[in-house]
């Protein structure tokens, strides 16, 4: 097993820790092929109820090892690179699919540099917690590419479309502050209380009715490709769904008797 994506489960939160702090966490195939076991395995394990995703040592990722991409210029032509570039980007996109079919949340933590497909990968997340000494870039054009890793799909509808090129297009580096701003990070909190403020938000959403939780996620992410009549169809029948809970009786009595619901999960 490799180690280049720590995997913890702890109580109901689960992590997955990019872990390659000498190279800012770059990318790697062990870690994006961990990355996919790992997102199998708690997928249907009802006691995970929250995901944190995050960087060990002083970065959240890098993006890409640029410096292996180098060594590969010198031992292959183009048409070798566009077939062996092709494939791994498409080995990506399993993770990025189990990520968003989740039917828990997701939570980005980040420190440090975030850039390239590390950016991406966030904007893949449902939420996000940054440190102040956070920063940003999608980067991809400083090497002479344009971004993978679902980056120009999530960009756009978090962001907006104008600004969207102004991030990939110039490749500017921006702060924590910034990213908040442009609803990239849902809170900037101190780098000492990054894990602390994280998990507080993690374990608030594992209290919640799992189910409905999982059913809003859905409605959300399918939002942007349905029509108006489609999408109001797909509520009624979400909500339906949830009204046969035992966290949704628990909710409307709670709220009857004026007292705090105990969700279960179930």
């Known amino acids: 097993m490799t180690d280049h994506l720590l995997t913890e489960i702890d109580g109901p939160i689960a992590y997955a820790t990019f872990n390659r702090p000498e190279t800012r966490n770059a990318l790697s195939l062990e870690m994006r092929q961990r990355m996919g076991e790992f997102l199998t395995e708690i997928e249907h394990d009802d006691s995970v109820r929250c995901l944190i995703l995050r960087g060990s040592g002083d970065h959240f990722m890098a993006g890409g090892d640029v410096k292996s991409m180098a060594e590969i210029v010198k031992t292959t032509t ?8 092709e494939a791994r980007i498409h080995n990506l996109h399993p993770m990025i699919f189990a990520l968003r079919r989740l039917r828990k949340p997701v939570i980005g933590s980040v420190q440090g540099g975030c850039a390239g497909a590390g950016l991406s990968f966030l904007l893949a997340c449902d939420m996000a917690v940054a440190a102040d000494n956070a920063f940003f870039t999608l980067a991809y054009i400083h090497i002479g590419t344009s971004p993978d890793a679902s980056g120009t799909f999530f960009l756009p509808r978090t962001v907006g479309m104008k600004k969207a090129m102004e991030i990939a297009m110039l490749g500017d ?14 809170r900037v909190v101190p780098a000492d209380n ?14 919640g009715p799992a189910h409905a939780i999982g ?21 009624a029948e979400s909500f339906a769904d949830c009204s046969t809970t035992e966290d949704w009786a628990e909710g409307v009595t709670a709220f ?5 619901p105990q969700f279960k999960g179930r």
């Not at 580096?173 to 849902?186: K, P, Q």
Request: aromatic share 4%; glycine share 4%; net charge positive.
């Open 194 to 207: 990054l894990a602390v403020e994280t998990r507080a938000l993690a374990d608030r959403l594992a209290a």
């Open 256 to 260: 009857a008797e004026k007292r705090k």
């Open 215 to 235: 059913n809003t996620k859905e409605l959300l992410n399918a939002s942007l490709g349905n029509s108006l009549e489609a999408h109001l169809a797909r509520e």
């Open 173 to 186: 580096r921006f702060d924590a502050a910034t990213a908040e701003s442009l609803g990239i990070v849902n």
């Open 78 to 85: 183009a048409a070798e690179r566009r077939g062996m570039f």
